[in-house]
């Protein structure tokens, strides 16, 4: 059995959270979305932070779900 270590959702969404992007756990990736577009709008200075954040996710080995990628596309 292979293991795989993957950014779902829910991950995506803890790491944002954790950040302090004022997302609930159980919003879609298309709220997501439109929350941490505002979010970045008010707080401009995060900005960095949350490209860094998505270079970390896009340069590691780790697998990212398509859903989730294209979320990180969008904001960017």
Do not use: A
């Not at 779902?8 to 302090?20: A, N, Y």
């Not at 709220?31 to 949350?50: A, F, G, H, K, M």
């Not at 996710?57 to 294209?70: A, C, F, K, T, Y």
């Amino acid at each position: 059995m292979m293991i795989v270590d993957l950014i779902d959702e829910v991950d995506f969404k803890e790491r944002l959270i954790d950040m302090g992007v004022p997302l609930n756990i159980d919003q879609s990736l298309e709220e997501v979305q439109t929350v941490l577009s505002s979010w970045l709008q008010d707080y401009p200075e995060q900005r960095p932070c949350i490209v860094t954040l998505f270079e970390e996710i896009q340069s590691s080995n780790i697998m990212v779900l398509p859903d989730v990628s294209e979320v990180m596309q969008t904001v960017l």
